[in-house]
């Protein structure tokens, strides 16, 4: 007998760059990100939102449910992304250098969750135009909460 929830809304804003914010994240690359955010989200059963990338780093807008831990998932899609991206490796394409370790992490509202959406899927115009919400641009926390 499977044991399902009922109900859930646990939204979620995840950010992560490459080593060393090298800016590397070409169409090719991003695709392969895309891809396998989207394969690991249908296979876990997450709400993906939106996928949001420029050339150094990566945002995410999806919901989780409670049997699967933040950190898991943030491992699962870094990992399998920087597997399938090593192996595009060739004579045209720079060596894959992997992802940064740190990862940002911040939790929204369902009343947020267009907003957030809309942000994440335009990335690349919000950077080119600097209409960044500083907030959902962190990787890391320099200061506490």
């Known amino acids: 007998m499977s044991r ?11 950010i992560w760059s490459t080593r060393e914010r ?10 392969v990100v895309a891809r396998c ?3 690991i989200s249908a296979e876990d059963q997450l709400k993906l939102h939106a996928v949001g ?3 150094d780093h990566v945002h995410v ?9 933040v950190a898991s998932i943030v491992q699962h899609f870094k990992g399998s ?3 399938q991206l090593g192996k595009l490796q060739s004579d045209t394409i720079d060596r894959w250098p992997g992802w940064q370790a740190e990862y940002g ?3 929204f509202g369902q009343q947020s969750l267009d907003r957030i959406v809309a942000y994440v899927a335009n ?5 080119e135009s600097n209409t960044l919400w500083n907030a959902l641009e962190r990787i890391r926390a320099d200061v506490s909460p």
């Open 81 to 83: 992304s920087s597997h």
């Open 61 to 69: 807008a999806v919901s989780i449910p409670p049997r699967h831990s």
């Open 22 to 31: 090298l800016p590397v994240l070409d169409e090719a690359r991003a695709d």
């Open 37 to 39: 955010i989207k394969a």
């Open 105 to 107: 992490v911040l939790t």
């Open 123 to 127: 990335q690349k115009s919000h950077h």
């Open 53 to 55: 990338m420029v050339d």
């Open 4 to 14: 399902r929830m009922a109900y859930w809304r646990c939204h979620y804003h995840l």
